[in-house]
């Protein structure tokens, strides 16, 4: 009997430390609710555009980035283009390719697509090499995103304003302050 639900990989997920995995979550889904789990085998950064296009043409993983395209609702996190960025921390993506993704006005970050503090896409060198779906795969889906807290709420704004979102959960107090009402300061 095949499972009406099925847990999918967005984007590549290799990384230096073993710890920081984020296939991990995808694994734990899965062993929880019984449903079959997909990843993308693959870095979530090709070294070149060249090396991607190479890996996306690969059966396995085309595969799985066809399961990850068909799905009716995506779930998302939202990265802060930081000095302390959860992509540089875990080894996903070069401190220096990083710091010319900031350099660039880059303040959110949404499966590898970059967003300026105007909600603007920003395309950079990081982003064509992202071993995940396009821009154009996102918007034929519901995407629902998980953030919060001070040290995202630049980059939840800026994704909000791109209007890639269907939804958003975050904690009271960076919904407050999204929506005008106030919360703590020191967030703004």
């Known amino acids: 009997k095949d499972c009406p639900t099925r847990f999918v990989s967005l984007l590549g997920g290799f990384t230096k430390k073993f710890a920081a995995n984020p296939h991990d979550v995808i694994h734990r889904l899965a062993e ?3 449903a079959p789990a997909h990843v993308i085998p693959a870095p ?4 070149t555009v060249e090396d991607k296009s190479v890996l996306l043409s690969q059966r396995g993983l085309k595969e799985v980035m066809d ?3 068909d799905t009716e609702v995506k779930i998302v996190g939202i990265g802060a283009v930081t000095s302390d960025s959860s992509l540089v921390a875990t080894g996903l993506v070069e401190r220096e390719e990083f710091l ?3 350099k660039a006005g880059c303040v959110g970050e ?4 970059f967003f300026s503090d ?5 395309n950079t060198p990081v982003s064509e090499r992202t071993m995940g779906l396009s821009m154009a795969d996102l918007a034929q889906s519901k995407i629902v995103a998980i953030a919060g807290g001070k040290s995202k709420y630049r ?13 958003l959960i975050t904690d009271e107090q960076t919904a407050r ?7 703590d300061p020191a967030m703004s």
Do not use: D, M, P, Y
Request: glycine fraction near 20%; proline fraction near 0%; hydrophobic fraction near 50%.
């Open 100 to 102: 010319e993704v900031e």
């Open 177 to 183: 302050l999204l929506v005008g009402q106030g919360g």
């Open 155 to 167: 980059a939840i704004e800026a994704v909000l304003k791109g209007r890639l979102l269907s939804g």
């Open 118 to 122: 105007s909600g603007e896409l920003v």
């Open 44 to 47: 979530f950064v090709a070294n």
């Open 67 to 69: 399961l990850a395209r």
């Open 110 to 113: 949404v499966l590898g697509h």
């Open 32 to 34: 929880r609710t019984g």
